[in-house]
């Protein structure tokens, strides 16, 4: 099965073979892994890293908060293939925290696999991409606050990992729930932090 059949368990063994293989992973390696066939991996598989044991490696949500930021822009400016730079390709994990992680979150893809699919294919298209691409800046953008209360940094990144499997499986019924769940997400952050 293909990525765009929505493959996410493959996707992730994918990644965890090569956390196995190498001892140290760069970015620059994750994205030659994922491949560049649509956006949604380029969203999902950094949420996902957040989202799992080593994202509690401190500096790192906010790190991966940035390299979000980054592809969202790009897919908000029309990029076909999207780019890092040089210093963001070679940051590296331990490539056995990697392998762990992603073992980790497979079941959970194992079961988003079943119950995602090509739905509202035109949701998952421009200009609709373009909202999809602003709602993770903003998500990601909650990141380096939220990350000094532990786990607090899982909700904004767990709605990105929503919004990359969307895209990733053509699901626009996934891309509505999962804008549905950031506007509350945001809503939230924003009313707690209001001042009394």
Do not use: N, Y
Not at 57 to 73: D, E, N, Y
Not at 113 to 141: E, F, M
């Amino acid at each position: 099965m293909s990525q765009d059949e929505g493959a996410l368990a493959d996707l992730l063994d994918r990644l965890a073979d090569l956390g196995e293989q190498e001892t140290s992973v760069t970015v620059g390696q994750i994205r030659e892994a994922v491949g560049d066939r649509s956006f949604g991996p380029f969203l999902l598989v950094p949420a996902l890293v957040e989202i799992s044991p080593v994202g509690a490696i401190p500096g790192l949500p906010t790190a991966i908060a940035a390299v979000i930021t980054l592809f969202a822009t790009q897919i908000l400016l029309g990029r076909d293939h999207l780019w890092l730079p040089a210093f963001v390709e070679r940051r590296s994990m331990k490539g056995d925290k990697l392998a762990a992680g992603m073992r980790k979150v497979r079941p959970v893809a194992r079961w988003a696999d079943r119950v995602t699919r090509p739905r509202l294919r035109w949701l998952t298209k421009k200009p609709w991409l373009s909202v999809a691409a602003i709602a993770c800046i903003g998500l990601a953008a909650t990141t380096p606050v939220l990350e000094l209360v532990p786990f607090a940094s899982t909700i904004p990144m767990a709605v990105i990992a929503m919004i990359g499997l969307a895209l990733l499986t053509r699901d626009g019924l996934l891309l509505v729930l999962a804008a549905a769940t950031a506007l509350l997400a945001l809503g939230g952050l924003g009313f707690t932090l209001l001042p009394l």
